[in-house]
């Protein structure tokens, strides 16, 4: 399962909270993301980090900030929810490499967190 | 941006059927992943596929980069492959890491 796990895996909330997720790991992969699932959309990326302190935007990324202070450790934070960001989040994880021409970067992906904002 | 193309988007078998999944996509990749999401929501990753052709127990997949498209067959399905099937992109030149989703492939497996 590459060593990710996501907390709170569910989360009730009311709009205009601030809301936190955490995205961890235990095997020092360099490059994190969060995504997002919606039905009818599949998921869709949020933001993404290739290192401590270094971060940048994905698809979807208005209303979210993200923060990785240590490698192990991605944040994803929604400073005041609303109920557009119901939804299932995703974290994952890669290593990306190059041998010449050619690229890897295959990425695992967390357990998920639901969630809901009344 | 890129597309990517999943059919069929419903599939229903019975139990020890064969099929194969399609995916479709507009431009060059540099990487391509196939994933099952079973019922409990769990992302798997069944393979990374950019060109060729790998193969994984009752599961293969296919990749002609040249033509845009992937192909993802189960062999002599049973009901815990039912869930649904993803197939995900990375557009060549495109920001590391960016995996474009197709809107998946549900299948259910009748016992």
């Known amino acids: 399962d590459a060593g990710i796990t996501q907390s709170p895996r569910h989360k009730v909330t009311e709009t205009g909270t601030p809301v936190t997720l955490r995205c961890h790991q235990t095997e020092n992969h360099r490059y994190m993301y969060w995504y997002r699932q919606d039905p009818g959309h599949g998921l869709r990326l949020i933001h993404y980090s290739y290192g401590v302190k270094d971060t940048d935007k994905g698809e979807v990324s208005d209303g979210y900030s993200v923060s990785r202070s240590k490698t192990e450790d991605f944040l994803l934070t929604l400073e005041s929810a609303t109920s557009s960001q119901t939804s299932v989040y995703f974290c994952a994880i890669s290593d990306p490499r190059t041998s010449g021409r050619y690229s890897y970067n295959e990425q695992f992906f967390g357990p998920g967190t639901r969630l809901t904002v009344l | ?111």
């Open chain 2, 1 to 111: 941006g890129i597309q990517v193309e999943q059919s069929p988007p419903d599939l229903i078998l019975q139990e020890g059927a064969n099929s194969t999944l399609r995916c479709n996509f507009s431009d060059s990749v540099n990487n391509l992943q196939w994933f099952h999401q079973n019922p409990w929501g769990q992302l798997i990753n069944l393979f990374y596929i950019p060109s060729g052709t790998k193969q994984n127990g009752r599961l293969s997949a296919t990749t002609v980069a040249t033509e845009r498209y992937s192909l993802l067959y189960i062999s002599s399905s049973q009901t815990t492959d039912s869930g649904v099937y993803f197939c995900a992109v990375e557009r060549y030149g495109g920001s590391q890491g960016n995996l474009i989703f197709g809107k998946g492939t549900k299948l259910s497996v009748k016992p």
